[in-house]
Nanobody
Framework: QVQLVESGGGLVQPGGSLRLTCAASRSIFRDHMMGWYRQAPGKERELVAAFTSGRSTNYADSVKGRFTISRDNTENILYLQMNSLKPEDTAVYYC?????????????WGQGTQVTVSS
């Protein structure tokens, strides 16, 4: 079992920055696809940024050039640096780890951290 714990959310003004942190209970980065998702009120959960294969990354079009995903494999921590935040970035942000073993998919989620962008 893997536990993911997010932190770093909060209230920020438009144009501001936040850095989200996701701490994993054990080393999973090597064999799991890791990413950040978000869910705004009344909307479906959507991918924000993720590591795909190796160190390749994928970003939602709405955050390209503003958000950066990174990780510390030694400390088992995933980061999301968010710059130039906009009100439409307001959502609960979730850390996700995903892998397939023997044809069975394992999907892990953190509890989420609220990000509110408002003046």
């Amino acid at each position: 079992q893997v536990q993911l714990v997010e932190s770093g959310g909060g209230l920020v003004q438009p144009g501001g920055s936040l850095r989200l942190t996701c701490a994993a209970s054990r080393s999973i980065f090597r064999d799991h696809m890791m990413g950040w998702y978000r869910q705004a009120p009344g909307k479906e959960r959507e991918l924000v940024a993720a590591f795909t294969s190796g160190r390749s990354t994928n970003y939602a079009d709405s955050v390209k050039g503003r958000f950066t995903i990174s990780r510390d494999n030694t400390e088992n921590i995933l980061y999301l640096q968010m710059n130039s935040l906009k009100p439409e970035d307001t959502a609960v942000y979730y850390c996700n780890g995903n892998t397939v073993v023997g044809g069975v998919e394992y999907n892990y989620w953190g509890q989420g951290t609220q990000v509110t962008v408002s003046s």
